[in-house]
T-cell receptor, first 113, second 112 residues
Framework: GDSVTQMEGPVTLSEEAFLTINCTYT??????LFWYVQYPGEGLQLLLK?????DKGSNKGFEATYRKETTSFHLEKGSVQVSDSAVYFC????????????FGKGTRLSVIA | EPEVTQTPSHQVTQMGQEVILRCVPI?????FYWYRQILGQKVEFLVS????????KSEIFDDQFSVERPDGSNFTLKIRSTKLEDSAMYFC??????????FGSGTQLSVL
């Protein structure tokens, strides 16, 4: 079946450090890929997405590139801030039919000043 | 900015009791969803709802679960007879189109 695997957390970084959260996927069809973020006390919200191979999603300084050859969608940010502390979820959705979002476990990021 | 609202934020219940989790989706959205996350595990899809009927459900969503949109604004998830393994964070979501989902902040259900 379709699944998403993301790196185990928690990840703790100092402010201005470089962030990578790995995500790989397995899909029976051709998926769109997403990163959702959950800040403390809030719901999951869409951070960025990519709908086809080699697309790069970006938002708030975060980027992720859809790599079909490695079935990956790693999340990166060049310089994290304390306000980036949250749980990050990688997800996929097949482009055909009314299929639901499939999520990974989530990776907790803590950024310390 | 409009948001999805879930109540209560925490619910504690005894095993075998019925619980109803409530959600108010964003008003012009047409698609509604329930997901859950057991501690330390993945966020799992439960059910999607469109045009007043279930459009898809997972194998988790058995006869103990039901959803309803009773009054055109609320979207509820009922668990008829709770089990210990139903303890999880339950997320409601809604969307205008199927792709961009807006999630509520969740209801933490604890079954004792």
């Amino acid at each position: 079946g379709d699944s998403v695997t993301q790196m185990e957390g928690p990840v703790t970084l100092s402010e201005e450090a470089f962030l990578t959260i790995n995500c790989t996927y397995t899909a029976t069809g051709y998926p769109s890929l997403f990163w959702y973020v959950q800040y403390p006390g809030e719901g999951l919200q869409l951070l960025l997405k990519a709908t086809k191979a080699d697309d790069k999603g970006s938002n708030k300084g975060f980027e992720a590139t859809y790599r079909k050859e490695t079935t990956s969608f790693h999340l990166e940010k060049g310089s994290v801030q304390v306000s980036d502390s949250a749980v990050y979820f990688c997800a996929l959705k097949l482009n055909s039919g009314n299929t639901p979002l499939v999520f990974g476990k989530g990776t907790r990021l803590s950024v310390i000043a | 900015e409009p948001e999805v609202t879930q109540t209560p934020s925490h619910q504690v219940t005894q095993m075998g009791q019925e619980v109803i989790l409530r959600c108010v989706p964003i008003s012009n959205h047409l698609y509604f969803y329930w997901y859950r996350q057991i501690l330390g595990q993945k966020v799992e899809f439960l059910v999607s709802f469109y045009n007043n009927e279930i459009s898809e459900k997972s194998e988790i969503f058995d006869d103990q679960f039901s959803v309803e949109r009773p009054d055109g604004s609320n979207f509820t998830l009922k668990i008829r007879s709770t089990k210990l393994e139903d303890s999880a964070m339950y997320f409601c979501a809604s969307s205008e189109a199927r792709e961009k989902l807006f999630f509520g902040s969740g209801t933490q259900l604890s079954v004792l």
